[in-house]
């Protein structure tokens, strides 16, 4: 079975523009989450998306959107780029509950120049 | 909010050697997973362990959950252990649970 994928891998934007990441969660998963790694430090969480509604928000602007599709798979926007944006952008997926494993994509190097 | 803190941050070793790596949290929660983020960025998964012992080849983890800490056991290290491995605790709370992350260990084994 496929792992969680994500596109694109890299991607180099100016300040300003707008950004469009992609998910697709391991089947049979419905709970996508998106986090930020910035260098050096641990992912912070951005989104938690199950069955195509927002269940919870990290302390982040409102240029970050995200949404969830019938197939469950998600897309995380980014509006007027800023250079701290810069990071890695990791979704993970996991099956609805509390008790339930995390699994990770290989993530979106993002760079704002 | 519930605060994870990873010690050591730094760890040397030679191949072959024997390491321990702990992850203190601050309140109760309702899962722990141990990840190891390779130099690409992709984190893999290690454990999913909210409580208890598990054993994986040459890993294994503990987590005592009465007293908020997790350990991380790597015996016989080879370089391919090299990176940054990651505890990351879940809270319900609000109708959702999310993972909350220590910054890490970066570990770097020498042959």
């Known amino acids: 079975d496929a792992g969680v994928t994500q596109s694109p891998t890299h991607l180099i934007k100016t300040r300003g523009q707008q950004v469009t990441l992609r998910c697709s969660p391991i089947?049979?998963?419905?709970?996508v989450s998106w986090y930020q790694q910035v260098l050096g430090q641990g992912p912070q969480f951005i989104f938690q998306?199950?069955?195509?509604?927002?269940?919870g928000r990290g302390n982040f602007p409102d240029r970050f959107s995200a949404r969830q599709f019938p197939n469950y798979s998600s897309e995380l926007n980014v509006n007027a780029l800023l250079l701290g944006d810069s990071a890695l952008y990791l979704c993970?997926?996991?099956?609805?509950?509390?008790?339930?494993?995390?699994?990770f994509g290989q993530g979106t190097r993002l760079t704002v120049v | 909010g519930i605060q994870v803190e990873q010690s050591p941050p730094d760890l040397i070793l030679q191949e072959g050697a024997n390491s321990t790596l702990r992850c203190n949290f601050s309140?109760?929660?309702?899962?722990l997973q141990w990840f190891h983020q390779n130099p690409w960025g992709q984190l893999i998964n290690l454990f999913y362990?909210?409580?208890g012992t598990k054993q994986n080849g040459r890993l294994s983890a503990t987590t005592v959950a009465t007293e908020r800490y997790s350990l991380l056991y790597i015996s016989s290290s080879q370089t391919t252990d090299s990176g940054v491995y990651f505890c990351?605790?879940?809270?319900?709370?609000?109708?959702?649970?999310?993972?909350?992350f220590g910054a890490g260990t970066r570990l770097a084994v020498h042959p």
């Open positions: 993970a997926s996991s099956l609805e509950g509390v008790r339930t494993e995390a699994f």
């Open positions: 089947s049979g998963h419905k709970s």
């Open positions: 998306y199950y069955e195509k509604e927002e269940r």
């Open positions: 309140d109760s929660v309702n899962n």
């Open positions: 362990i909210p409580s």
């Open positions: 990351a605790v879940v809270r319900f709370s609000g109708g959702y649970n999310k993972l909350i």
